[in-house]
């Protein structure tokens, strides 16, 4: 079992950026895909990025390819979302999400989730 805590979000003019982070409990994080969703006021949980358990496999939303990276650190069992350029459209809450032995951009597909960081970007 893993528990997920994000943190990073807050408020941001247009154009700026903002690292998110991802803290998980437990030994075998490693063996975890992990992806970053979001949900905007009205609107459906959509997935941002995700990241294989060895940091190999990466897949973006069309929307924020070139402009956020994910990366992750399985020695600080952490995984990270740098958002650059952000855009007004950007905000919203972000989860991070973890599934074992694979990844996958469906959020009906993890087992695990943080509470949500709130992204606000001022246009």
């Known amino acids: 079992q893993v528990q997920l805590v994000e943190s990073g979000g807050g408020l941001v003019q247009a154009g700026g950026s903002l690292r998110l982070s991802c803290a998980a409990s437990?030994?075998?994080?490693?063996?975890?895909?992990v992806a970053w969703f979001r949900q905007a006021p009205g609107k459906e949980r959509e997935f941002v990025a995700v990241?294989?358990?060895?940091?190999?496999?990466?897949s973006y939303i069309d929307s924020v390819k070139g402009r956020f990276t994910i990366s992750r650190d399985n020695a600080k069992n952490a995984v990270y979302l740098q958002m650059n350029r952000l855009k007004f459209d950007d905000t919203a809450v972000y989860y991070c999400?973890?599934?074992?032995?694979?990844?996958?951009?469906?959020?009906?597909?993890?087992?695990?989730w943080g509470q949500g960081t709130q992204v606000t970007v001022s246009s």
């Open positions: 999400a973890a599934r074992r032995w694979s990844f996958s951009r469906s959020a009906d597909e993890y087992e695990y």
């Open positions: 437990g030994r075998t994080f490693s063996t975890y895909g």
């Open positions: 990241i294989g358990a060895s940091g190999s496999v990466l």
